[in-house]
């Protein structure tokens, strides 16, 4: 599966943002599809994820209440709203699929992904 990241862009402090996940190719009911986030210098961190089936959902304790990730089947895609933005969420976002032959808890940690799109930059401006 190939996945491109869109709709990042420049916020002040408190906006909001939505960003989108197409899904080129086909994914499956266990499958989960998260986003990470990497600001320069930092590593790579669990935002949010969704699984496939059940769109069931796990945030990181950061983006919880601020967040909100969803999924459309129709369009194979995936969307991440953020809203009450602060300059900490400026980030290069990434999308990501965790290919499950099974059902399975959702992971975290950026090892457990197989497939990242090419990410797209937010930039929260004080």
């Known amino acids: 599966v190939q996945l491109q990241a869109s709709g990042g862009g420049l916020v002040q402090a408190g906006g909001s943002l939505r960003l989108s996940c197409a899904a080129s190719?086909?994914?499956?009911?266990?499958?989960?599809v998260g986003w990470f986030r990497q600001a320069p210098g930092k590593e790579r961190e669990f935002v949010a994820a969704?699984?496939?089936?059940?769109?069931?959902?796990r945030y990181a304790d950061s983006v919880k209440g601020r967040f909100t990730i969803s999924r459309d089947a129709v369009q194979n895609m995936v969307f991440l709203q953020m809203n009450m933005l602060s300059p900490e969420d400026t980030a290069i976002y990434y999308c990501?699929?965790?290919?499950?032959?099974?059902?399975?808890?959702?992971?975290?940690?950026?090892?457990?992904?197989?497939?990242w799109g090419q990410g797209t930059l937010v930039t929260v401006s004080s």
């Open positions: 969704i699984r496939w089936r059940d769109r069931s959902t």
């Open positions: 190719g086909v994914i499956y009911s266990n499958d989960i």
């Open positions: 990501a699929t965790d290919h499950l032959d099974r059902r399975a808890p959702i992971a975290t940690i950026a090892g457990a992904y197989d497939y």
